[in-house]
């Protein structure tokens, strides 16, 4: 079987199936740096601050252009038995549609688009299957559901939390798919919709909200970054006024790891949630390093 993973959760999920050598090809994006690079973003973003990468995004998302080029050559010579895609966010990455007319007639398209935590495990069984490793994608479905078993058990009966989850500081975006759902399992009431999109909010719907806590996990980013993010989005005078910001409640997290990618680290996201809501319950149970508080 040779694979072209466009997607970072899916590049994920093979390497914990040992199925490393059955990937030819990945995205820019994904952690596995030892493989072949066929779609890169049109926009450079790394040194852009976040405000200017929406602006930016949303002009070419306007215009109606691609925000990703893809090696549709270098794929063709790689011979790929299957092209792994995603349609969860047309800014996060290519979009199956689009890799599907671009490579039409060279290798099938196997689009990916969890919106729940179900789907998301739902996901590890099907790629297991389709690269031959179901037993292998079973035993790690276990593990996973083991995790987040264990933090739906542990807050049941403890107080529901208001904890605001932002996908995006510049302009605030509120998290979506499977992110509120994390949050409500581990105890706590996010300002986002489990199963629908993240969108645009005002800082003073996030008055509104009234959240006891805050958590900050911009989408693909690392602690550090979020942290260094965090220093300016601290200053905004209605943040000041928050129970969250008042009560030093305000909490950086890795999302690049564990919350922008819907893959084998589902459960660990479980975990960190369940630390920063209901520390009393869940201290020391996240992963070392995965958030930090502001």
Known sequence: ????????????????????????????????????????????????????IDRRVSEASRRGESLYSLDVERIKSLRPDVVFAQDVCDVCAITSSRVSIS?????????????????????????????????????????????????????????????????????????????????????GVDIGVKGSHSRR???????????????????????????????IFVKHPILKTLEAYVRNEIYAVDADTYFSRHGPRIGDAALIIGEIIHPETFRGYAPPDSFKKW
């Open 1 to 52: 079987m040779r694979v072209v993973s466009l997607v970072p959760s899916v590049t994920d999920i093979l390497v914990e199936l040992g199925a490393v050598d059955e990937i030819v090809a990945v995205s820019y994006a994904c952690s596995l740096k030892s493989k072949p690079v066929v779609v890169k973003p049109v926009i450079k973003t790394e040194d852009l601050p976040p405000d200017e």
């Open 201 to 231: 909010i005002t800082f003073d719907e996030l008055a509104l909200f009234q959240s006891s806590k805050i958590i900050a996990g911009p989408c693909g980013y690392g602690l550090d970054k979020v942290m260094k993010e965090l220093t």
């Open 103 to 187: 490579l039409h007639g060279i290798a099938p398209v196997i689009g990916v688009h969890p919106k729940s935590v179900d789907e998301v495990l739902e996901d590890i069984l099907v790629i297991g299957k389709f690269v031959g490793r179901l037993n292998e994608a079973r035993e790690l479905l276990g593990k996973i559901k083991e995790k987040i078993d264990f933090v739906r058990t542990r807050a049941e009966g403890l107080p529901k939390i208001k904890s605001a989850f932002l996908e995006w500081l510049f302009p605030l975006f509120c998290s979506g798919h499977w992110v509120p759902e994390l949050v409500e399992i581990a105890g």
